[in-house]
C-alpha cells in the first residue's frame, strides 16, 4: 500500500448499542503509514470504532472502505488466553504467525525468526519459556503487542494495550510502533492517557461517540469535528 495514501476512509459511519448510540456519524480519513491516537473519556466509542475499523462491528449507517483487503491485526489490553490456557511467551507471540487453531503445529524458520526478533525489539525475550498468566501486566502487554506485530497486517489496532506499561516499556514499544509505520504499516491506538498520543501523526478525540478534534503532529487542526 502506498504511503501517504488513504488506509481506510469513514463517511458518516454510526453504531448502536440497541437504543444506545455508541459511535455517532463518524467521517474520517487515516492516512497509510500514519500512527493514530484514539482519544477520550471512558465510554467515549474508542473501541466501538475499533471494533469498526477491525471489521467486527457492521455499522449501522455509513461506509468504510479499505485500500487493502487484508486482516487487520488487533491488540486487546488483556487477553482471556492468557489467564485461561498454559501458553508461554514465545507460545503467544507464535499465535499471531498462525492463528489460534494451528498453534501447535512446528514453526517454520521464518517464524522462528520474526518471534524472536520480535521478542528482541520488545526485551522480552529473556521470559521467552515463561508463562503469560505468571508475568506483570505490562510484560504481558508487550507480548501481546508482539503478537499483533507478528501477524504482519498492514493495519494494527492497539485497543488501550499499553495502559499497564511503565516509562521505560512504553518507550520501547512507542519505538517499536514508529518503526513499524516507517515500514507502511497502518497503527491505530486507542486510549484514554492523552499522553499516549504525544508520538502520533495524527490525535482523533472522541466524545460521546462523535469526533470532537483532530490535531496533526505539529498541532494544528487537520480536519474539523462533526457538526452537531
Ligand atoms: N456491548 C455493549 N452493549 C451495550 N452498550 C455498550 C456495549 N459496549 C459499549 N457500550 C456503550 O457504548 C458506548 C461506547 O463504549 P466504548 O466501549 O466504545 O467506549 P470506550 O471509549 O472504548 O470506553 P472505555 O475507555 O471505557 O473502554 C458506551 O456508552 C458504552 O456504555
Redesign the pocket.
Known amino acids: 500500500m502506498n504511503q501517504g495514501q488513504p488506509a481506510i476512509s469513514m463517511e458518516g459511519v454510526s453504531y448502536r448499542?440497541?437504543a444506545?448510540?455508541?459511535?455517532d456519524d463518524v467521517s474520517l480519513t487515516i492516512v497509510a503509514g500514519s500512527l493514530v491516537a484514539l482519544v477520550?473519556?471512558?465510554?467515549?466509542?474508542?473501541?466501538?470504532?475499533?471494533?469498526i475499523l477491525a471489521g467486527l462491528l457492521d455499522p449501522a449507517a455509513g461506509a468504510v472502505t479499505r485500500a487493502t483487503a487484508q486482516r487487520p491485526a488487533i491488540v486487546f489490553q488483556r487477553s482471556a488466553a492468557a489467564d485461561e490456557l498454559p501458553l508461554t511467551v514465545k507460545d503467544c507471540i507464535a499465535i499471531g504467525r498462525f492463528g489460534p487453531r494451528r498453534l501447535f503445529r512446528p514453526l517454520a524458520a521464518t517464524d522462528r525468526r520474526i518471534v524472536q526478533e520480535l521478542m528482541e525489539r520488545l526485551e522480552i525475550d529473556h521470559l521467552a519459556r515463561r508463562q503469560l498468566r505468571d508475568l506483570s501486566g505490562g510484560q504481558q502487554q508487550r507480548t501481546l503487542v508482539a503478537q499483533g506485530l507478528a501477524q504482519q497486517s498492514d493495519l494494527l489496532l492497539l485497543?488501550?494495550a499499553t495502559s499497564a506499561l511503565d516509562v521505560a516499556g512504553q518507550a520501547i514499544v512507542d519505538e517499536v510502533l514508529r518503526e513499524t509505520t516507517a515500514g507502511g504499516t497502518t497503527v491505530v491506538h486507542?486510549t484514554?492517557r492523552r499522553r499516549d498520543a504525544q508520538h502520533s501523526d495524527q490525535t482523533v478525540e472522541?466524545a460521546h461517540?462523535r469526533v470532537v478534534h483532530v490535531e496533526d503532529r505539529a498541532g494544528t487542526d487537520v480536519i474539523r469535528p462533526t457538526r452537531r
Open positions: 448499542y440497541g444506545q448510540t455508541a459511535v477520550g473519556g471512558n465510554g467515549s466509542g474508542k473501541s466501538t470504532l475499533l471494533g485497543d488501550e486507542a484514554h472522541l461517540g
